[in-house]
């Protein structure tokens, strides 16, 4: 039976490390890391995601502040909000909830945010950075798996690290983080995506398997090898008869998967609450390096 990799007890042990910088902040009579978030339109998982966000920024200590916008509202007028952000001496850092509408040209809205502001990581210089190896902010799914990954000691040196899905958040950012000069990283890296033929050639021979794709249960235990570690960042909603009506399903097929891996993130409960942590690690890095704090 695989480890289970408990993203919400480690959640829960970098979250307190952050307050506990906080307090101290607090203490000396500085003011909190304030994070902000800009939601538009009415998706429920993009409105979940953001709630989840603010609370976790209670938590922590932070200052949170919410920007809601309606799906109509034009790129003008949040390329505005932007530029008011970027300019705050309160706000260190913010984010803009992905996906956005159709008529907002989202590369457009990513290069607007000053990187300095960016603890997302997605902006262009931001991720350059990354790729180079300079210190920057890391997108929070990835850097979430690796925290994750180093905090359970997993091996990952001159390992086979099969990643599925080339998303700008998640699988094309951790396929550079694998093969990075440091731990974790040192892997040799395979990026498998919508067009890779007999994708289970891949899975088959990996150490590690990292899934990004939002196919619910698409991994199967016969496509992995004995001993694999296995991510699963697939979250799902799938319709259901509770009284949410619906439940959160991974890329993973956790029970077949679990009977051959050495190491499995369940969902929910792996990455997710990883994420959240580390976009909270990115609020506090802005904090620290903002020019308008000594
Ligand atoms: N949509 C899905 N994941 C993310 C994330 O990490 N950040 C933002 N801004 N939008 C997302």
Do not use: W
Not at 18 to 26: A, G, H, Y
Not at 108 to 120: E, G, H, N, S, T
Not at 193 to 200: K, L, Q, R
Request: hydrophobic residues 40%.
């Amino acid at each position: 039976m695989a480890t289970i990799l408990d993203g919400l007890k480690v959640s829960k042990e970098i979250k307190n490390e952050i307050r506990i910088e906080v307090d101290k902040i607090v203490a000396d009579r500085r003011r909190p890391p304030h994070l902000a978030a800009i939601l538009v339109g009415n998706n429920g998982a993009s409105q979940a995601y953001v709630r989840n966000k603010i609370t976790d920024c209670k938590e922590v200590g932070f200052k949170s502040s919410l920007f809601t916008f309606s799906s109509t509202v034009s790129e003008a007028e949040l390329l505005e909000k932007i530029e008011e952000l970027n300019k705050s001496k309160d706000i260190d850092g913010f984010i803009v909830q992905l996906p956005l509408p159709k008529q907002i040209d989202q590369e457009k809205i990513i290069m607007a945010i000053d990187p300095r502001k960016d603890v997302d990581g997605f902006h262009p210089e931001n991720f350059g950075k990354m790729a180079l190896e300079m210190a920057t902010f890391l997108p929070a799914t990835p850097f979430g798996i690796l925290a994750l990954l180093e905090r359970y000691q997993i091996d990952t040196k001159g390992k086979h690290c099969v990643i599925i899905g080339r998303s700008r958040i998640v699988g094309k950012p951790m396929s550079i983080l694998m093969g990075r000069k440091d731990f974790p990283g040192n892997s040799t890296v395979t990026l498998t995506h919508s067009y890779t033929a007999h994708i289970e050639e891949f899975t088959k021979n990996a150490d590690i398997v990292i899934t990004a794709l939002g196919d619910p249960n698409f991994l199967k235990g016969e496509m992995i090898k004995n001993g694999a570690v296995v991510i699963d960042v697939g979250i799902t909603r799938v319709e259901d008869t509770s009284e949410k009506g619906y439940k959160l399903v991974g890329d993973v097929d956790f029970e077949s998967c679990s009977e051959v891996a050495s190491a499995i993130t369940p969902v929910p409960g792996g990455v997710g609450p990883m994420t959240r942590a580390m976009l909270m690690k990115n609020t506090l890095l802005a904090y620290k390096t903002s020019v308008y704090n000594d």
